[in-house]
């Protein structure tokens, strides 16, 4: 994986007859730091005694030139990057004290200079990526204190861009050291320790990636399959750097949450690997850790075609995972299947969705509909009962496609629910009863809270009463939350110590252990949750400022045991866990057809 690792000073990264020259993806992330991350490594470094450590960094060296080497700078863009312009800093600020007679000073200068471009042919040493104008910012700066020639009329707005900023920070904290200030900080960063990683492969640098706790911020597989991408696409398909990340952006826009975009290209190759185009040689599952070598093999295969592939199904996957904002056919008459997929943490099953809207669009909606309502009752049962293992989830989704990929005949409601209700891999109706009937909220607070909005759902009596309970806030916190009628917590409150224990707080702190998390102590509420711990008769008159009922009088079907109660004790919590329990299994039998 390492073909070497040592340790330098930055002295010896940046020294003068160096001719390593380190290129940063053309499009990779851009340069991110901030005015904390500027401030913080200039503190560590002026606060040091010598020997300052600021990480490691991953290069990948394709050895094609020993008499002019370069190597792409992976991880550590971040670092290498603000030192180069603290340097070219101290080489303006330098610059406006040297005297004519000052041979030393000048010397210093030439060194600072052939530190930021290379001697033997005056071209950068570090080359930084095109996004953002990262490329041509840095140019600028460099022209702006002499160091190079560079002119681009095109380039706006430079002062708003973080390469200049950054320029811009340093100067105006270093701008009043002395001459004999600003030498000292030159030896402390020239003193400053860096590891050097250099690997032969993008995936070689992305599995170091999960060992290595680096200060910078390590690319994702997303970054590094992003730049085999398009490095390939300019060699083998004719397409600029240019064209192609516009085309790229399809992806990211479709999907832009890099936890998304990551499942997404291990579940393209799950879904798809069936397929003589995307199987990779012994790859039986995309995992975190193969997943680059397997894109490595499809991009070098045939890069045209793996993109398109990558564009088209990163539209479908959009519709899946992103049901809120649905507005084509088929999937808008199934949103709120898809909705209460999401809502049931089902990830693991969009790898099989991908396959089925892929190749089967001609299906009736209804088959859609009973599909994904499978899949709801399917994984609330099995996050409930935690079996099957979270660790074979993707492989019976795997498992599956392989099967409907190889018989077409399967593809039909019956056969998938004989699959899906299969005892290896399908929670019984007495385990999941059981599990129902115990400290549900404790086992697991998502799936009671999908379990609570479904009853209220299928048994509500109104439809002028709708509440969406996974509506969030401008904080992006839900707006219901789950509440204890009986309080959880240590101290309990003498009056519910009265109600449920006739003041025994012994007794009162075995029941609730036994009974808070129970289904039929739970409700959901809009009210603040520092209320919880109000007397019963509080929590169920409770209005808002404009009088409106928002505690247990709320008109909720969950409510309505609440509503009509005067106290509540320990046989209430059990009648209604039963009660709750038997709607739950109803709602979310599945008939084994």
């Given at each position: ?115 930021l471009i290379l001697k033997h042919n005056k071209n950068l040493r570090i080359e930084l990526s095109y996004q953002n104008n990262n490329h041509q910012d840095y140019q600028a700066v460099l022209s702006e204190i002499g160091v190079i020639d560079f002119s681009d009329t095109s380039l706006k707005n430079i002062g708003n861009r973080r390469i200049y900023k950054a320029y811009k920070y340093f100067l105006n904290k270093l701008e009043n050291f002395s001459e004999k200030e600003l030498f000292g900080l030159l030896e402390k960063i020239k003193a400053t320790m ?400």
């Amino acid at each position: 994986m390492i073909n070497n690792a040592n340790k330098y000073l930055l002295s010896e990264i940046f020294a003068p007859d160096n001719k390593t020259k380190y290129i940063i993806p053309k499009f990779q992330r851009e340069y991110i730091w901030n005015k904390d991350n500027w401030e913080e490594l200039l503190n560590d470094v002026l606060e040091s005694d010598g020997n300052h450590f600021i990480g490691s960094i991953i290069c990948i060296n394709k050895g094609t030139d020993t008499f002019n080497p370069e190597l792409e700078l992976i991880d550590g863009q971040q670092r290498l990057t603000t030192v180069s312009l603290v340097f070219s800093v101290i080489y303006q600020l330098l610059k406006d004290k040297i005297k004519d007679n000052d041979d030393e000073l000048k010397s210093e200068l030439t060194n600072l200079k052939w530190s930021l471009i290379l001697k033997h042919n005056k071209n950068l040493r570090i080359e930084l990526s095109y996004q953002n104008n990262n490329h041509q910012d840095y140019q600028a700066v460099l022209s702006e204190i002499g160091v190079i020639d560079f002119s681009d009329t095109s380039l706006k707005n430079i002062g708003n861009r973080r390469i200049y900023k950054a320029y811009k920070y340093f100067l105006n904290k270093l701008e009043n050291f002395s001459e004999k200030e600003l030498f000292g900080l030159l030896e402390k960063i020239k003193a400053t320790m860096i590891v050097k990683i250099e690997v032969s492969s993008h995936s070689d640098a992305f599995l170091l990636f999960e060992s290595l706790n680096n200060r910078g911020v390590p690319l994702s597989a997303i970054d590094l399959i992003k730049n085999k991408m398009l490095s390939e696409l300019e060699k083998k398909a004719g397409l600029t750097i240019d064209e192609s990340f516009t085309k790229w952006n399809k992806i990211i826009n479709a999907l832009p949450e890099y936890t998304i975009q990551e499942r997404f290209i291990r579940q393209f190759y799950n879904a798809f690997k069936s397929s003589a185009d995307i199987k990779v040689g012994n790859y039986s599952k995309a995992t975190r850790s193969n997943i680059i070598k397997i894109y490595e093999t499809l991009i070098a295969k045939n890069p045209t075609y793996i993109f398109d592939q990558l564009i088209q199904k990163s539209s479908i996957y959009n519709e899946l995972v992103f049901p809120d904002d649905l507005e084509l056919e088929p999937y808008i008459s199934i949103k709120a299947e898809l909705i209460d997929l999401s809502n049931v943490q089902a990830a693991p099953a969009y790898a099989f969705l991908l396959f089925l809207f892929s190749n089967y669009k001609g299906q009736e909606i209804s088959f859609y509909k009973e599909i994904i309502r499978l899949l709801v009752k399917y994984f609330i049962r099995r996050n409930i009962t935690d079996f099957p293992n979270t660790r074979n989830l993707d492989q019976i989704f795997i498992d599956i496609v392989e099967e409907l990929h190889n018989d077409k005949e399967k593809v039909n409601i019956k056969y998938l629910v004989e699959y899906f209700t299969n005892n290896e891999r399908f929670s019984p109706k007495d385990k999941f009863e059981e599990y129902l009937n115990g400290d549900l909220y404790e086992m697991n607070v998502e799936a009671t809270r999908f379990i609570l909005s479904k009853i209220e759902e299928v048994k509500r009596q109104t439809k002028e009463i709708n509440p969406n309970f996974w509506q969030k806030d401008r904080s992006n916190k839900l707006i219901w939350s789950i509440e204890h009628v009986f309080p959880e917590g240590k101290n309990i409150p003498k009056y519910w110590l009265e109600m449920i224990a006739d003041g025994d707080r012994e007794k009162a702190e075995a029941l609730q252990e036994k009974y808070v998390h129970k289904l039929g102590n739970l409700t959901l509420t809009i009210y603040n949750q520092s209320l919880s711990n109000f007397e019963f008769i509080k929590k169920r008159d409770r209005k808002d400022s404009k009088g409106k009922n928002i505690g247990y009088k709320n008109q909720l079907f969950l409510n309505n045991v609440l509503a009509i109660k005067d106290e509540w004790k320990i046989n209430d919590i059990e009648n209604r866990t039963k009660e709750l329990v038997s709607i739950a299994l109803e709602i979310f039998d599945i008939d084994r057809k």
